[in-house]
């Protein structure tokens, strides 16, 4: 059975701190990993990883996936009280196409 | 550009009662999903399905229904509701490389 496990669950600094959240995943026929935000609504897309290791960066938020350790990682630097959100990451299998989430990182910056 | 449109936004129901969920695109997106998000938690994936008449279990599919009679409309359904399934519902739509999300279905069971 497919399994994302993220963490920690919960995490609380101080705005201008870095922080780093973490993914593992058990996916059958890997073929991508995706980041989301979260904040009142719906979740909003962030980046998508691959085994090809390229880190991805958009602004502030950076991810990597290490494909032999089945591990991800977002870093947020300089991190701001709008950063405070339940990050998400899903992993997608190749052939039945299934996303599957993990529990979600919920993340408070305090000013 | 609507992207992905679930009815109702909130709803109550009694033990027993039906209902069922709306969801559609006009992304023309092959890959839909159900999820259900339960306080503090992340996504549970109920059912999802590749393509129009192809649907699939999820992680949590007991309880629930579900059809997908053209690309566009993804329909979940609840036949006996119970207090366990109270929870924010939501309904994705998957391109590439992202899954774009509805804005969710608040559902109460008393």
């Known amino acids: 059975e497919d399994k994302v496990v993220q963490s920690p669950l919960s995490l609380v600094v101080h705005e201008g701190d870095t922080v780093t959240l973490n993914c593992s995943y058990e996916?059958?026929?890997?073929?991508?990993l995706l980041w989301y935000k979260q904040e009142k609504k719906a979740p909003t897309f962030l980046f998508m990883l691959?085994?090809?290791?390229i880190e991805k960066k958009s602004g502030r938020l950076s991810s990597i996936l290490d494909k032999k350790e089945l591990f991800s990682i977002l870093n947020i630097t300089a991190t701001q009280t709008g950063d405070s959100a339940i990050y998400l990451c899903?992993?997608?299998?190749?052939?039945?196409?299934?996303?599957?989430f993990g529990q979600g990182t919920r993340l408070t910056i305090n000013p | 550009n609507a992207g992905v449109t679930q009815t109702p936004k909130f709803r109550i129901l009694k033990i027993g009662q039906s209902m069922t969920l709306q969801c559609t695109q006009d992304?023309?997106?092959?890959?839909m999903y159900w999820y259900r998000q339960d306080p503090g938690m992340g996504l549970k994936l109920i059912y999802y399905?590749?393509?129009?008449?192809?649907?699939d279990k999820g992680e949590v599919p007991n309880g629930y229904n579900v059809s997908r009679s053209t690309t566009e409309d993804f329909p979940l359904r609840l036949e006996l509701a119970a207090p366990s399934q109270t929870s924010v519902y939501f309904c994705?739509?998957?391109?590439?490389?992202?899954?774009?999300f509805g804005q969710g279905t608040r559902l109460t069971v008393v």
């Open positions: 996916v059958t026929n890997f073929r991508s």
């Open positions: 399905s590749v393509g129009a008449g192809i649907t």
């Open positions: 992304m023309n997106h092959n890959y």
């Open positions: 691959t085994s090809s290791g």
């Open positions: 994705a739509s998957r391109g590439q490389p992202e899954a774009f």
């Open positions: 899903a992993g997608l299998n190749q052939g039945a196409q299934k996303l599957v």
